[in-house]
């Protein structure tokens, strides 16, 4: 590397300025710390003295800049937010001896048109830091200053030569200037006031406003679990394939309850949801002694209650980690107030008698007595007949699983399903039952219950979901349409069983397949909520090493074909030695400041021919000689440079 | 404030080899001499002698084309001929033919007047395009191919040909794609006032032309020619000329944009002007002042703009100001 250093034009004092009040401000409020001070002097001094840094690469530059990012972030948004949401003292201290160091060092190199004065951002920075404690008074007596002279420092910058074309900025002088720069301050210190007493007042909101973009939860999907489910005449549940359910693994009942109803009368089943007590639900009460196939259910959407849904027959319910789960053992519904995706476990159990799952695990309380009482209520409205008519459906049948079986078998014979069923007046279910009705699964549902109920078997009356669609090996997924309703008996000997009496056709599978791209959109939720349930729980300091590694990337690959584009586009400067590219350089910016307007499809030579430029002319003219003649000639680049630093001092004679 | 150059030892150029650089400046001197007030055109000229190409003067008569033709050959001690082209000119009567000569029993071959160092082929659109491309040919190939037998042209070859830019009448004007062989067009002109004067009153008692001396001989003139390949061009200049070929090829307005050829006239065009000025390095300045008579010959505008009266060389001139120079 050339170890020479040579002289360039002063520093543009408007930057300078600003980072001094930037620095000055962190200081005072920061409470004081050596660094600071010291940083200004160096600033100072760079200032005012000719001694350069030689050209940087731009490597070095943004791997300060990316560790500069680092402190600030990394180590400062741990301590930063503080009990009371504001910086600590020592934090802003380090910002600002970093920011400053920073700062002396872009002023210490040597002008490069490809990066702007990063001096001036830098400032702004720091000023910001130092803004945002609580001495904000002296801020805000500060800033209006600040900003003026960022804005002349923004003018600055704006007049270095972009395409060779310079505007020719006239110089003001005397009383002009004076009223704009007065007319600037007062602008300023307007503009500024009014926008400190805005972000005073709508603190809060914008807080909050923040807050949501980083927590963005989608509203929660209607469940189709009613709070007391009416039978009605239509099966009012969302037909929407929208995904509810991931469930990994076998399970032993493809019914998924989320809550039992008990009690029946005109048509409606209660108790209703919203009145059930939810206790939290420790481990022990949610894991029986028993052991079990661990089978993960992934819930996908925010639903309406946050409800979970299992098996009746499951050895145990294991919580996803956060929120624990909550609610009501007997009848349920079981919740978790997670975010989406969130994933639980339940723990099978593979005791059946003939193929129906019969271990009673925590979801199967046996009822005491005002339970039974409970589960073999019938209202006075419903028929007499159906009470014959359940005698006569289990005639012959000696236990009650038996007739349970019986009874099942009845409906799916002697009724058809169809989504839309006729109330009528009176009990829906007796009509249903005596006129032999078509009806939705609701209906059948209750129908399985009242019959059950007249029988004597207790029985409860249940909504949830049908897991019966596939995707992939081990793999199941539950929509919104396959909402269901059925029915729970409690058999004498055995426990809790599942009694569904729909029959076949008005089970979810004769449903339409999904679409492919509705599959390829649910693999790109997937992915996307995965993320985000990941992204939410991330430090500032991997955050920042994510932002980091991005940025990093993204100059990489946008550097080389920039930089090859921009060769091949005719840069104004393309120059084997990049000193002659700076004398050129500080060339135009001279002619620039003298007022000369230059055209860049023109040379020098053919602009300058008035007698007064002799000087810049003959400069002009041995710069060609040099560049085009023999630009590896180091002596007469020297000389050159002398003679540049001759005419730019002359300027001013 | 001072007059003199900054820096003195910059003021002398790099390099310079004082024999060619009189030689040239006397030639040149020779010629205006001759041809008064035409410094630009003179020069000009001499730019297409010693790049290697061939020039094509448009002029309206009487301005001293022959003179300029053969006061060049004068200085350069080189053969002169003239062919004033005609609607029944043939190919042979360029290049010379086979005849048999009963007296010696064989055939033999006589050369046309193509053989000689300065040719001036006056009139040239005033031929049949048969003829015309025979004289192209010849200007290509520098030799000339007689029923099989290969007749090198002597060295340097250098045509003026000209043409008459008013007259259409019984014309055939030449192609754009054949104008692509002409190194540079240029076009003298009447002389202003003061130099027709000056004219006028030398041509009084002698004729300048009789008392013209050869300055250099048509070797030297062939070592010119090598020089000029070898100045200094430096990369950027070399991008400014692909630059400059580039936009025309982009431009809507151009049927006919510059080929390769073109560029690599306006390089050559452009170290010979360099050394010219007794430089050995061409600067951007010599490729923007040589582009028009180099380049505007070479562009056909398609029938919109011709209607709409723009002209080649201002369309130049607009690239010209839209193309930034290296620095």
């Known amino acids: 590397m050339n170890s020479s250093l040579s002289t360039r034009p002063l520093a543009s004092w408007p930057a300078t300025v600003c980072a001094l009040i930037a620095m000055a401000a962190l200081f005072i409020t920061g409470g004081g710390a050596l660094a600071l001070p010291l940083s200004a002097l160096a600033l100072l001094w760079t200032h005012f003295s000719p001694a350069r840094l030689e050209r940087e690469s731009f490597t070095p530059w943004l791997l300060r800049l990316v560790a500069f990012a680092f402190v600030v972030f990394g180590g400062g948004a741990r301590a930063a937010l503080g009990s009371d949401g504001l910086m600590d003292a020592r934090v802003v201290n380090l910002i600002g001896s970093v920011a400053a160091a920073e700062l002396a060092i872009q002023h210490w190199r040597r002008y490069d048109e490809r990066f702007p004065p990063s001096s001036v951002l830098l400032s702004s920075l720091v000023f910001l830091a130092a803004s945002n404690t609580s001495d904000d008074r002296y801020v805000r007596f500060v800033g209006p200053l600040f900003i003026t002279f960022l804005v002349f420092a923004l003018r600055d910058l704006q007049r270095s030569p972009q395409n060779g074309e310079v505007k020719k900025l006239p110089r003001q002088r005397g009383l002009r200037a004076s009223s704009t720069v007065v007319a600037y301050l007062v602008c300023v210190l307007v503009g500024g006031a009014a926008m400190h007493a805005g972000i005073d007042r709508f603190r809060s909101e914008l807080m909050s406003l923040g807050m949501q973009f980083l927590r963005d939860r989608p509203l929660p999907q209607n469940a189709g679990i009613s709070d007391r489910p009416r039978l009605s005449s239509r099966f009012e549940t969302p037909d929407s394939p929208q995904r509810v359910l991931r469930i990994e693994g076998e399970l032993p009942d493809s019914h998924l309850r989320a809550a039992s109803f008990d009690f029946y009368s005109d048509g409606t089943w209660g108790t209703a949801l919203s009145t059930r007590r939810t206790l939290p639900l420790d481990e022990k009460a949610l894991q029986s002694k028993a052991l079990g196939q661990r089978i993960g259910i992934t819930r996908l959407t925010d639903i309406e209650g946050s409800f979970l849904f299992t098996p009746l027959n499951i050895a145990g319910v294991v919580a996803g980690g956060g929120n624990g789960i909550e609610g009501e053992l007997e009848n349920g519904p079981l919740r978790c107030d997670e975010l989406s995706p969130y994933k639980y476990q339940v723990l099978a159990n593979q005791d059946n008698i003939a193929g129906v799952p019969t271990h009673q695990g925590p979801l199967c309380v046996p009822p005491d007595e005002a339970a039974r009482g409970r589960y073999l209520q019938l209202p006075p409205e419903i028929d007499p007949k159906v009470r014959d008519l359940a005698r006569t459906i289990t005639q012959g049948a000696a236990h009650p699983s038996e007739q349970a079986e019986q009874i099942v078998e009845y409906l799916m014979t002697n009724h058809r399903y169809s989504r839309v069923a006729r109330r009528g007046g009176g009990d829906p279910v007796s009509r249903f039952l005596l006129e032999k009705r078509s009806a939705h699964c609701e209906f059948f549902a209750a129908a399985t219950a009242v019959l059950l109920r007249c029988v004597g078997v207790p029985s409860r009356y249940v909504v949830g979901y049908l897991a019966h669609e596939s995707a992939g090996e081990g793999v199941g997924i539950v929509r919104q349409r396959d909402a269901h309703a059925w029915a729970e008996a409690w058999i004498e000997g055995v426990g809790w069983v599942t009694v569904d009496g729909t029959p076949g056709d008005g089970r979810p599978d004769s449903l339409a397949p999904v679409p492919l791209w509705r599959r390829a959109w649910e693999w790109l939720q997937d992915g996307l909520n995965s993320f985000r349930a990941r992204a939410v729980k991330w430090t500032p300091q991997q955050w920042m090493g994510g932002v980091g590694a991005l940025v990093f990337l993204w100059v990489a690959i946008r550097w080389r074909p920039a930089r090859r584009a921009r060769h091949q586009a005719g840069t104004k400067y393309f120059s084997p030695a990049y000193r002659l590219e700076d004398l050129a350089q500080r060339f135009e910016k001279l002619l620039a400041q003298r007022g000369i307007a230059v055209s860049s499809a023109r040379s020098w030579t053919r602009m300058l021919t008035d007698d007064e430029h002799r000087q810049a002319q003959h400069w002009a003219a041995d710069y060609e000689r040099v560049r085009f003649g023999a630009p590896d000639d180091e002596a007469a680049i020297e000389r050159l440079e002398a003679a540049l630093s001759q005419l730019e001092t002359a300027r001013t004679s | ?327």
Not at chain 2, 124 to 130: D, E
Request: aromatic share 6%; hydrophobic share 40%; glycine share 6%.
């Open chain 2, 1 to 327: 404030m001072k007059s003199e150059p900054l820096i003195s030892s910059l003021a002398a150029p790099i390099a310079s080899q004082n024999g060619s650089q009189s030689s040239l400046a006397r030639l040149e001197a020779n010629l205006s001499g001759v041809i008064r007030g035409k410094r630009e055109g003179v020069r000009l000229l001499l730019v297409a002698l010693l790049s290697g190409g061939h020039a094509l003067l448009e002029d309206v008569p009487g301005t001293g084309k022959t003179t300029l033709a053969k006061s060049l050959a004068a200085s350069i001690e080189g053969n002169f001929r003239r062919i004033q082209f005609t609607p029944d000119l043939l190919p042979a009567d360029i290049t010379g033919s086979s005849f048999y000569n009963p007296a010696q029993g064989e055939w033999e071959f006589r050369a046309g007047p193509v053989f000689c160092n300065i040719l001036l082929a006056d009139e040239i659109n005033r031929t049949s395009p048969r003829t015309q491309s025979a004289l192209l040919e010849v200007m290509g190939e520098s030799s000339v191919t007689i029923e099989g037998r290969r007749c090198p042209l002597p060295q340097p070859f250098f045509v003026i040909a000209t043409q008459n830019p008013s007259d259409f009448h019984g014309t055939y004007p030449l192609p754009e794609a054949q104008m692509d062989r002409f190194a540079l067009t240029l076009s003298l002109g009447y002389p202003d006032a003061d130099s027709e004067l000056e004219v006028l009153l030398e041509r009084h008692t002698r004729d300048p032309f009789e008392s013209l001396q050869p300055m250099i001989g048509c070797d030297e003139v062939l070592r010119l020619q090598e020089r000029v390949r070898g100045v200094r061009v430096d990369r950027a200049i070399a991008e400014y000329i692909v630059r400059l070929c580039e936009a025309t090829r982009r431009d809507t307005r151009l049927r006919l944009a510059i080929s390769t050829r073109g560029a690599l006239s306006l390089y050559r065009a452009a170290q010979a002007r360099a050394l010219l000025e007794n430089r050995d390095f061409t600067l951007p300045d010599d490729v923007r002042e040589l582009a028009v008579a180099t380049l505007a010959h070479r562009l056909a505008l398609d029938a919109k703009a011709k209607y709409a009266g723009a002209q080649p060389s201002t369309l130049i001139e607009e690239i010209l100001d839209a193309t930034p120079m290296p620095r």
